[in-house]
């Protein structure tokens, strides 16, 4: 089983930036996509960016050029570094992992962490 802890969310304003970080943790040898995932109240949940655990990246379009995402294999820690935030970007935040290696065997998902709500106000 995979046990995933966000954290780094809080309130921004306008142009302002966050680090969100998310931990993964208990029974399993390696990870493999992992991705952030956003939902704004009174919408669905929806994609904001995916890593491969080579690496290989893919982005909302509405992210593109603002959010980075990356994560860190050896600490199974899972990043997304958000830049020129705007009020669109309010939502809950939550981590994804989309299958684990355990004892020879991939174990899918989907996975989910607790969320971390962004806000991003004046």
């Known amino acids: 089983q995979v046990h995933l802890v966000e954290s780094g969310g809080g309130l921004v304003q306008p142009g302002g930036s966050l680090r969100l970080s998310c931990a993964a943790s208990?029974?399993?040898?390696?990870?493999?996509?992992m991705g952030w995932y956003r939902q704004a109240p009174g919408k669905e949940r929806e994609l904001v960016a995916t890593i491969t655990f080579g690496g290989n990246t893919n982005y909302a379009d509405s992210v593109k050029g603002r959010f980075t995402i990356s994560r860190d294999n050896d600490k199974n820690i899972l990043y997304l570094q958000m830049n020129s935030l705007e009020p669109e970007d309010t939502a809950v935040y939550y981590c994804?992992?989309?299958?684990?290696?355990?004892?020879?065997?991939?174990?899918?998902?989907?996975?989910w962490g607790q969320g971390t709500q962004v806000t991003v106000s004046s």
């Open positions: 208990g029974m399993f040898f390696s990870i493999g996509a």
């Open positions: 994804n992992v989309e299958s684990y290696l355990d004892s020879g065997r991939w174990y899918s998902g989907p996975y």
